[in-house]
């Protein structure tokens, strides 16, 4: 069965560094989602793209973070400074041509220190 | 924004018992309503959802109910079983938009 990938699964980087998370979606997907949580929080949505462009983000998505899909497969996530409160599970999505569905990857644990 | 609240926060069962979650959501144009599943260090399994034009959902043991109205929809588990222990959520979506997640329910099934 298809599923999302995401590499690394647990990144540990000092604050003020970049970091790039990386995602490959479900291969016949269009629509592809970041979503963060941070330890025993709720799953909070970042960013949505679709046609090579940002269809919608949330207030959490701020100027460090920019989202590429520089291929036809990988889909990243990078945030250009890190801050101690980035530290969270990171979780890439992706639907299909219904869009509805959305289903998850594993998840990159980022740690700031 | 949409706001989906869940309850309870913790819900331990006996094995074979059922095991209901319920959540409530705000906007009223939000028309589908997924749950997943959450292991220990793994992402959110979808593992059942339904949608704004039906008021009930049933795969093998679990099923969905919704209450446009009420604005509330639940999760049902019967017969529940060890492999059943994880957490999970809930989520609201307003066509395109994104998923609105609850704060996800902790499910312990004690054999």
């Known amino acids: 069965e298809p599923e999302v990938t995401q590499t690394p699964s647990h990144q540990v980087t000092q604050m003020g560094q970049e970091v790039i998370l990386r995602c490959v979606p479900i291969?016949?997907?269009?629509?592809f989602y970041w979503y963060r949580q941070i330890l025993g929080q709720k799953v909070e949505f970042l960013v949505s793209f679709y046609n090579n462009e940002i269809s919608e983000k949330s207030e959490i998505f701020d100027d460090q973070f920019s989202v590429e899909r520089p291929d036809g497969s990988n889909f990243t996530l990078k945030i250009r400074s890190t801050k101690l409160e980035d530290s969270a599970m990171y979780f890439c999505a992706s639907a299909g041509g219904g869009r509805d569905e959305q289903y998850f990857g594993p998840g990159t644990r980022l740690t700031v220190t | 924004g949409e706001n989906v609240e869940q309850h309870p926060s913790t819900l331990s069962v006996q094995e074979g018992d059922s095991a209901v979650i319920k959540c409530t959501y705000s906007?009223?144009?939000?028309?589908?309503f997924p749950w997943y599943k959450q292991e220990l260090g793994k992402g959110p399994q979808l593992i059942i959802d339904i949608r704004s034009n039906v008021g009930e959902k049933k795969d093998q043991r679990i099923a969905v109910t919704l209450n446009k109205t009420a604005k509330h929809f639940s999760l049902h588990i019967t017969e529940t079983q060890p492999e059943d222990s994880a957490v999970y959520f809930c989520?609201?979506?307003?066509?395109?938009?994104?998923?609105?997640f609850g704060t996800g329910t902790r499910l312990t099934v004690i054999p």
């Open positions: 989520a609201a979506k307003a066509g395109a938009n994104n998923l609105f």
């Open positions: 906007d009223s144009a939000s028309n589908y």
């Open positions: 291969s016949n997907h269009l629509y």
